[in-house]
């Protein structure tokens, strides 16, 4: 008997012995199916949740930092120094940064004209706490910001300080009610009239402000209506490869101190910070959810594997006489030792399959419930099925080797 016969005539014999304990293999199955689709069910939810995640903060700018003035740095002590204020980054600082900073990365400017501006659309008004930002083509880039109607500013509107507006949801809510398009509209903001060009997407608010309540204008006209006001501008640097952004922040930091002439022994009179913070404690937090499910699968597939090696272990025993045939017709220790190591596997694996197709489309409901896209875990999968075929072998391992020691002569008299 050839090696190849030997496995394919294993594997035949294993079936038929499955197929003849319908009850004890699916028992057995279910217990390996149910740990395996705990393991990959949680893993296929996490990986959807985290692309889901990567997405939406790379859209709301994990790519990117933002600069902006320093606070006031107030010293303690008796040294009688007054609390020292930093110097405002102007027009020209920020302007002067966006034309001499050379990483290939996308820069925009915005300052904030307002926080409690009243909108007014014919009768309907809003509330007075409608922020107004003056912002440049590039701003809605740079932040993730998206349109659902309309268009973003061009550059003729910067240059030209054009009247033109994009508002947030909320504002839109107040303002026009019966479903009516806003873009093409005149609205007006502190007395001063405006089009409507675009209209942001829904990002929701935090702390009672945020993208729903916000009208963004041309940075141009933002300096033109708060006047001889000194504000200071944000820039905000968004690059194209996550992995370049320790040198991104280097370069924009030697860029701003030359810009605004810092010596060597100056330290930074602005400060840079980062957008990925809550996406990085998200994913750590997933990090842990990932261990305690592969913690509970692995209890769960321990005492899978016990309860299959003790079935394996009763089969051995049923199959005392079947076994002593094979051997006195010329089967070796090593032919039957593969025979119940290989039935072994196959439960594992029927059980495997299915909890990997339980596992992945439990998974992806609890994603899909919770926002995230559908993912098909393909690492995951494999990973499943090499445990499967690990506790197998794991499991019928002693009892394919007590079978496979078993006397010929003693078999054939068990009864």
Do not use: H
Not at 130 to 147: H, P, R, S, W
Not at 193 to 205: A, D, H, P, W, Y
């Amino acid at each position: 008997m050839s090696v190849n016969m030997s496995y394919s005539e294993n594997v035949r014999l294993a079936l038929q012995s499955i197929v003849s304990n319908k009850l004890r293999t699916f028992l057995t199955a279910l217990i390996i199916a149910i740990g395996i689709m705990a393991l990959i069910g949680v893993l296929t939810s996490i990986d959807a949740i985290q692309s889901s995640l990567t997405n939406s903060f790379s859209s709301m700018g994990s790519n990117s930092f933002t600069i902006r003035n320093r606070g006031i740095n107030v010293q303690i002590g008796g040294s009688g120094n007054r609390p020292k204020a930093f110097p405002a980054i102007t027009y020209a600082n920020a302007q002067a940064f966006k034309e001499n900073y050379d990483f290939g990365a996308t820069v925009s400017l915005n300052v904030n004209v307002t926080w409690g501006a009243t909108v007014k659309y014919m009768e309907n008004k809003t509330n007075p706490n409608i922020g107004v930002l003056g912002a440049d083509e590039n701003y809605l880039q740079t932040t993730g910001y998206k349109l659902s109607d309309g268009r973003n500013f061009t550059s003729q509107d910067i240059d030209n300080a054009n009247p033109v507006v994009i508002i947030g949801q909320e504002v839109k809510t107040k303002l026009f009610k019966n479903n009516k398009k806003p873009v093409g509209e005149y609205i007006t903001i502190g007395g001063v009239r405006f089009t409507i060009v675009g209209v942001l997407e829904s990002k929701g608010s935090s702390a009672g402000f945020g993208s729903d309540k916000t009208c963004i204008i041309p940075i141009s006209r933002g300096r033109m209506l708060m006047g001889g006001a000194n504000p200071s501008f944000v820039i905000t640097v968004m690059t194209n490869d996550p992995y370049k952004m320790d040198a991104a922040e280097g370069e924009a930091i030697a860029t701003l101190r030359k810009v605004r002439s810092l010596n060597a022994k100056q330290s930074n009179d602005f400060e840079i910070l980062k957008s990925d913070a809550v996406a990085q404690m998200l994913m750590q937090n997933l990090t842990y959810v990932t261990l305690g499910a592969i913690v509970i699968a692995f209890i769960t597939l321990v005492g899978a594997s016990i309860g299959l090696m003790n079935i394996m272990l009763v089969s051995v025993t049923e199959r005392t006489r079947e076994i002593g045939i094979r051997k006195a017709i010329g089967a070796t220790p090593s032919v039957i030792r593969k025979q119940f190591l290989i039935e072994a596997i196959v439960i594992c694996l029927l059980g495997g399959i299915a909890g990997v197709l339980l596992g992945i489309t439990i998974g992806n409901l609890l994603a899909l419930a919770l926002g995230a896209d559908f993912i098909i875990p393909w690492r995951w999968m494999f990973l499943g099925i090499s445990v499967c075929i690990g506790v197998g072998m794991l499991s019928g391992y002693y009892p394919a080797s007590k079978a496979s020691k078993l006397d010929p002569v003693e078999s054939l008299r068990y009864e």
